[in-house]
């Protein structure tokens, strides 16, 4: 089946835009989420995009959606070293599968540098 | 942070032993799940709860069950436990099963 997807790392330096990018499966998805898993913690919900929305703000954080594409973005500006994480992407089941659960992405590691 | 509780955050155990790991919650949501997380596999989702005594299975359920006798609680079973088994699981709640979900602070099982 399909996956959401996600590239595993990404190295910025303090002061950088970061950007980390997610593909979606459903084009159906009526929202798509982001969660923030700081080291040996759980995750949080981070932000989130209504799917009748491109483009969320909330301080330093963008999100940009292209439904076209199926292709959510997260950007971090000015990013900070307490930004490092590992950042998901989530969406919801589709209409049709009968599941019941949230999809995550594998999850990017935000490392930031000094 | 919302209202869930795991128990125990860290355990090592035998291999072939049973394991029960517990969730708690104090937001009366309908849905509990248990993730597993792993390098390079970001979380995958073992069982989930939809109400009293209503579970499903995930794409990684074999060698688990759980039940789910109230509604605060969630608990996970290793029947047998194997290394493959070792893991950092994640206990979830949502009121819906297409809205956000909340997460515990996770259980590291270590199965040696």
Request: proline share 3%.
């Amino acid at each position: 089946g399909e996956d959401v997807e996600q590239s595993l790392f990404l190295s910025v330096r303090e002061g950088d835009s970061s950007v980390i990018n997610c593909t979606y499966t459903d084009s159906s998805s009526t929202y798509l989420y982001w969660y923030k898993q700081e080291p040996g913690a759980g995750l949080q919900l981070l932000t989130y995009i209504f799917s009748n929305m491109d483009m969320k703000q909330d301080q330093r954080l963008t999100v940009l959606l292209n439904k076209k594409d199926k292709h959510l973005s997260l950007r971090i500006a000015d990013t900070q070293t307490g930004d490092s994480a590992i950042y998901f992407c989530a969406e919801p089941p589709g209409l049709d599968t009968g599941r019941r659960a949230l999809t995550f992405g594998s999850g990017t590691r935000l490392q930031v540098q000094p | 942070d919302a209202g869930i509780t795991q128990s125990p955050r860290h355990k090592v155990t035998e291999t072939g032993t049973p394991v029960t790991l517990r969730c708690h919650q104090t937001e009366n949501h309908r849905y509990m799940y248990w993730y597993r997380q792993d390098p390079g596999h970001g979380l995958r989702l073992i069982h989930y709860s939809y109400g009293v005594k209503d579970t499903d299975k995930g794409e990684v359920s074999d060698g688990y069950s759980v039940s789910r006798s109230k509604t605060e609680d969630f608990l996970l079973t290793l029947e047998s436990a194997t290394s493959s088994q070792t893991s950092v699981y994640f206990c979830a709640i949502s009121e819906s099963g297409n809205t956000e979900a909340f997460f515990g602070q996770g259980t590291r099982l270590t199965v040696v």
